[in-house]
């Protein structure tokens, strides 16, 4: 089946035969129940055996959350999935199920999202868990790091932040198998629209479910799809520590997955506009967009990702500009909206240098390329036009 129709049906209408009222609910309802019983206790004892599936207990499994990752699951052809709290528990969930029978060490991209290097740095190393970095764009790069050391795991995102820069996701899970390590891939850019990093032979992939597959800036939520090999032990995990997603946010994501499709198909549509008038534009000086047919990543684009789907962001720097004139710049802004997310159905604009990687300092910005006059913008679902225009009224000197 394809995305669109499971976006919409996936996780609906599960009858359960031996439920005596008979009606099944057209959508999944909101369990709001800590426990759930049942008429006779050696049914329970079955449930809470592993014979039978079922729900005892909402840190175990609550039949909303139950819904929204079956549904997460069969996006990206995973075995199974595993809805959190934040996109950065199941980050964190995604790690230590990679590393549980391996090496406590990561390799991981240069280029990851702020709050995840400080995972890695604050809460992992104090833990043991040794983190390298190299450039994740660079494959003899990656395989000489591989080669030279046992690693527990790689770590990347598919589109990295704000940068835009494509890894080779299917080459990387390749190297990464024959070194014995796992691959762990933060898909929340690409979205299972444009990239399911299992199908690439990835074996965790991690999102942010606060970004596109809610996409209505309305939900704070993340979500681990595994393979069959590293299921067992995320679920068990799971049951012990109690990180999932709770119900009412299960049911909000689950809504917003059914429209997320279209959605994406619109913001990625809008970008490719909004790139090309940007790259047009006098005051702008460089444009970062994977669908640039000069972005260096351009072949690994043209092999991962769909044609047309390039992605819904788009970063860009503004001639001679510095803090003040960006800040003119997000000031004048009236429909794209300040904000520090993406993946909403309107327009995000984020200013890096202030935001996302506010803690490094000028140097290891300047390492990873990211200058002062940077902003990220991305793109929602509103019309082209209005977008084009509010951002040439801001740019007006
Ligand atoms: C937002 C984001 C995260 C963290 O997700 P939260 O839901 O904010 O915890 C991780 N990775 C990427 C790429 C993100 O954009």
Redesign the pocket.
């Known amino acids: 089946m394809k995305m669109e129709t499971k976006a919409v049906h996936a996780g609906d209408r599960q009858a359960d035969p031996k439920n005596p009222s008979g009606f099944v609910p057209v959508t999944p309802p909101i369990f709001a129940s800590a426990s759930f019983l049942y008429a006779d206790t050696a049914r329970r004892d079955r449930v809470l055996g592993h014979e039978e599936e079922g729900f005892c207990y909402a840190r175990y499994q609550n039949p909303t959350r139950a819904a929204l990752e079956q549904t997460l699951a069969e996006l990206e052809n995973g075995a199974g999935a595993l809805a959190c709290s934040?996109?950065?528990?199941?980050?964190q969930m995604a790690l230590l199920t990679a590393l549980t029978d391996r090496r406590k060490t990561i390799l991981a991209a240069s280029a990851l999202?702020g709050?995840?290097l400080n995972l890695l740095a604050k809460v992992l190393e104090p833990m043991g868990v040794e983190t390298d970095f190299v450039d994740i764009c660079d494959l003899p790069a990656v395989r000489a790091k591989l080669a030279a050391r046992p690693y527990g795991c790689v770590l990347m995102?598919t589109i990295s932040?704000p940068l835009l820069r494509v890894g080779a996701v299917d080459s990387i899970a390749e190297a990464a198998r024959e070194a014995g390590a796992a691959l762990v891939v933060?898909n929340?850019?690409a979205s299972p629209l444009l990239v399911r990093p299992l199908e690439l032979g990835a074996n965790l992939s991690?999102h942010?479910?606060?970004?596109f597959l809610s996409g209505h800036g309305d939900v704070?939520?993340?979500a681990v799809i595994a393979d069959a090999s590293h299921l067992p032990v995320l679920e068990s995990m799971s049951r012990i520590s109690g990180p999932a997603l709770g119900p009412f946010e299960s049911y909000l994501t689950m809504r917003g997955v059914k429209t997320f499709p279209l959605r994406m198909e619109r913001q990625c549509a809008n970008a490719c506009r909004v790139a090309a008038w940007l790259a047009a534009h006098p005051r702008v000086a460089r444009v970062h967009y994977c669908g640039d047919p000069a972005h260096p990543d351009a072949a690994v684009i043209g092999r991962l990702l769909p044609e047309g789907l390039r992605g819904a962001l788009v970063s860009f720097e503004l001639r001679d500009a510095g803090k003040p004139e960006v800040f003119t710049f997000m000031d004048k802004l009236r429909v794209v909206v300040r904000g520090t997310?993406?993946?909403d159905v309107h327009s995000l604009v984020l200013y890096p240098l202030i935001a996302s990687h506010r803690d490094l300092s000028r140097r290891q910005r300047a390492r990873l390329g990211i200058h002062d006059n940077l902003v990220r913008l991305c793109l929602g679902i509103e019309a082209a036009e209005d977008i084009i225009a509010d951002l040439e009224q801001a740019l007006e000197a």
């Open positions: 934040s996109g950065m528990m199941a980050m999202y709050a995840t995102e932040n933060d929340t850019f991690v942010s479910l606060t970004k704070l939520g993340g997310s993406l993946g």
